[in-house]
C-alpha cells in the first residue's frame, strides 16, 4: 500500500508500509502472552511454594496424629500436636521465602 508523504515545499513522496495480516498479529500476541505467563509464573512460584508448604504441613501432620491417636488410644494429644508441628514447619518456610527477597 502506497501512503503519500509531505516533503518540504509542498511535494509528496509515496513510501511503502508493510502490513501485518491478522494471523501475523495473533502470532505475535500469543507469543509475547505466552512469554509474560511464563515470567509472572516462574516469580510466583516461591510464594506458592510456601503457601502449599503451609497447608500441607498441617494436614500431613494432623492426619498423622489423628491417625496415631486412634491407634494409641490418646485422642486428641497427638492430632493437636501433628496440627502444631504442621503450623510451625509451615510457618518456617513461609518465612524463610518472604525473608529470602
Not at 509542498?10 to 500469543?30: A, P, S, V
Amino acid at each position: 500500500m502506497m501512503i503519500p508523504k509531505k516533503l518540504r515545499g509542498g511535494f509528496h513522496q509515496h513510501q511503502k508500509i508493510r502490513q501485518n495480516t491478522m494471523n501475523e498479529n495473533n502470532d505475535d500476541y500469543l507469543a509475547r502472552s505466552f512469554q509474560y505467563l511464563q515470567k509472572i509464573i516462574k516469580d510466583s512460584s516461591p510464594a506458592a511454594s510456601a503457601s502449599y508448604t503451609l497447608i500441607g504441613g498441617v494436614l500431613i501432620m494432623g492426619f498423622l496424629g489423628y491417625f496415631l491417636d486412634n491407634w494409641l488410644g490418646t485422642k486428641p494429644w497427638l492430632m493437636l500436636i501433628g496440627f502444631l508441628m504442621g503450623l510451625f514447619t509451615g510457618f518456617y518456610e513461609l518465612a524463610k521465602t518472604v525473608w529470602r527477597k
